[in-house]
């Protein structure tokens, strides 16, 4: 059962225009966020998170917004640069609780940014 | 300040051999979690250690147990292998509670 779901496997875009990632989750105990971006040979690295109690986090080029009703996030990249090529995943954590401890991540989303 | 880092890059191994594999948390880190990465998948989580004892543990058989030492180095070790078990091997290291920080991964082949 996989309770963080990304639906596209991949996406392609022009430098300069906008990335949109999606990420859908169904476990409602998910109260934070996250989004890593990994390139080939390296371990994810963090790029930008979010609280349920906000539903929308700006960092740079990189916004997520949250809808908590829809149980989905979206990760908009402005204005993509083909530097942003990478693998993409979603995570989600339970901070309140006893399951602190782990990320649910998703199966990740290929970004190609094309000069 | 150092990362996280993890040996070797690259194991091959065959079925039912046992595997060690290794990570250095950041300094400073107090608590590290150990992920498996299949083909084609998002990283699962394995168990996390906080102060040398298991803190949490995902959905994974016995065979798979770890240790955390007084430097906050970690072990994975994986008994008698089997197929499935290749895949990528991520270590995290982090303050209790805080955001993870990954390791570049242990790459395992089991043939």
């Known amino acids: 059962d996989q309770q963080v779901k990304q639906n596209s496997p991949s996406l392609s875009v022009q430098e300069g225009r906008i990335s949109i990632l999606n990420c859908d989750y169904t476990?409602?105990?998910?109260?934070?966020f996250l989004w890593y971006k990994k390139y080939p040979a390296e371990g994810p690295t963090f790029l930008i998170s979010?609280?349920?109690?906000?539903d929308k986090n700006e960092d740079g080029r990189f916004t997520v917004f949250l809808n908590k009703s829809a149980k989905h996030l979206s990760l908009h990249i402005v204005p993509s640069q083909p530097g942003d090529s990478a693998v993409y995943f979603c995570?989600?954590?339970?901070?309140?609780?006893?399951?602190?401890?782990?990320?649910?991540f998703g199966k990740g989303t290929l970004l190609t940014v094309n000069p | 300040e150092t990362g996280v880092t993890q040996s070797p890059t690259h194991l091959i191994k065959t079925r039912g051999q046992q595997v060690t594999l290794r990570c250095s948390s950041q300094?400073?880190?107090?608590?590290v979690s150990w992920y498996q990465q299949a083909l084609g998948q998002g990283p699962q989580f394995i168990f996390q250690?906080?102060?040398?004892?298991?803190?949490g543990r995902g959905n994974f058989p016995p065979r798979f147990s770890g240790l955390q030492f007084p430097n906050y180095s970690s072990e994975l070790n994986v008994n008698a292998l089997e197929l499935d078990d290749s895949a990528l091997y991520l270590c995290?290291?982090?303050?209790?509670?805080?955001?993870?920080?990954f390791g570049p991964g242990t790459r395992l082949t089991v043939l």
């Open positions: 995290a290291s982090s303050l209790v509670g805080q955001r993870e920080f």
């Open positions: 476990n409602s105990m998910f109260d934070y």
């Open positions: 979010i609280s349920s109690i906000k």
């Open positions: 995570a989600a954590k339970r901070l309140s609780g006893g399951s602190n401890y782990k990320l649910t």
């Open positions: 300094s400073g880190h107090n608590t």
């Open positions: 250690y906080y102060r040398e004892e298991e803190n």
